[in-house]
Nanobody, 116 residues
């Protein structure tokens, strides 16, 4: 079965960096685009960005462009979200996502808190 497991969250000061990982299993990882989402307290889940199956193309929500970078290692079945210049408004639970056979799959999420 499809499984996604996020890791790497934590508490960081404004201006700091974190790298999130999402380990995938149960599907042919190298043939699927992967997405990152986030959900802040009291807000709806928000799309953060995506990376195509080969890693050749990425796209991001405007609020993170120039600060966040999505990458992937198809040999390790893992997608990454490098977050730099973090702001308090980046505080959220971060989820990775994949659509397989017309169904969306989500990990359990990892908490990112940006605070001094």
């Amino acid at each position: 079965q499809v499984q996604l497991v996020e890791s790497g969250g934590g508490l960081v000061q404004p201006g700091g960096s974190l790298r999130l990982s999402c380990a995938a299993s149960g599907f042919t990882f190298s043939t699927y685009a992967m997405r990152w989402y986030r959900q802040a307290p009291g807000k709806e889940r928000e799309w953060v960005g995506l990376i195509t199956s080969t890693g050749g193309h990425t796209n991001y929500v405007d609020s993170v462009k120039g600060r966040f970078t999505i990458s992937r290692d198809n040999a390790k079945n893992t997608v990454y979200l490098q977050m730099n210049s973090l702001k308090p408004e980046d505080t959220a639970v971060y989820y990775c996502n994949v659509g397989v056979s017309y169904r969306d799959y989500w990990g359990q999420g990892t908490q990112v808190t940006v605070s001094s």
